[in-house]
């Protein structure tokens, strides 16, 4: 795990490069000289404005599906919301919301990552997500995974302080970077859930056995 000193000096570092092809950045880019103090080992990320809320109504459950021309659509599953800066989304007891964090993350191909929320706000019943994973190379805005499991609602605000970005250095040895499909988002996505040869043909004996 990186000290937020050393974060620092590798993302002034590669500010500086002027031609970097396996760059380690992050923006709007976090105060170098605050971080250095801090301390810590992470990096405070910020919320961004753009949120995804499930369908309750809908539909009866949500299930993953034997073939693609069989599966829910995403448009039915999830509406987007944007809320600009100044204004409040507020997250209701027991409801669960995507969103993302204000900054552009790009990392180097020999870095990886997590988010857990900070403490401050887990003790007000806000959750954010367990230990989201960051592959070595991902680019993009990182989707939160936001529910409040207290019982009133929480008023939060595009822009806040709201996850902790804790880094690990990957290794040397590969240059390939991570293509899922949340690579190079701006904005949360639902994403889609596809069965595996070896869970269809699990799934493909169970049907059988009902027919």
């Known amino acids: 795990m990186l000290k937020a000193d ?11 490069a002027k031609k970097d ?6 923006t709007p880019a976090p105060d170098l000289k605050k971080l250095k103090s801090s301390g810590s080992a992470s990096i405070d990320l910020r919320l961004g404005r753009w949120f995804i809320t499930l369908r309750a109504a809908r539909l009866p459950s949500m299930e993953v599906m034997r073939t693609e021309d069989k599966a829910q659509p995403v448009r039915k599953l999830a509406k987007s919301h944007y809320v600009s800066f100044g204004q409040e989304y507020y997250l209701h007891p027991h409801h669960f919301s995507l969103a993302t964090t204000l900054e552009w993350i790009c990392l180097p191909t020999n870095l990886s990552g997590y988010v857990i929320g900070k403490s401050s706000w887990g003790r007000r019943g806000l959750i954010i997500a367990t230990a989201t994973g960051v592959h070595p190379g991902f680019k993009g805005c990182l989707t939160l995974e936001l529910c409040n499991v207290g019982e009133i609602p929480i008023a939060l605000l595009p822009g806040m302080e709201i996850g902790q970005f804790f880094l690990h250095r990957a290794g040397k040895g590969s240059k390939s970077s991570d293509r899922t499909q949340f690579y190079g988002m701006r904005k949360p996505i639902l994403g889609q859930i ?5 869970a ?4 493909d004996v169970k049907y059988a056995c009902q027919e």
């Open 194 to 198: 596809e069965l595996d040869d070896f």
């Open 200 to 203: 269809r043909k699990l799934a």
């Open 21 to 26: 092809e396996n760059p380690f950045l992050i």
């Open 6 to 16: 050393e974060i620092a000096r590798l993302l002034q570092k590669s500010m500086k």
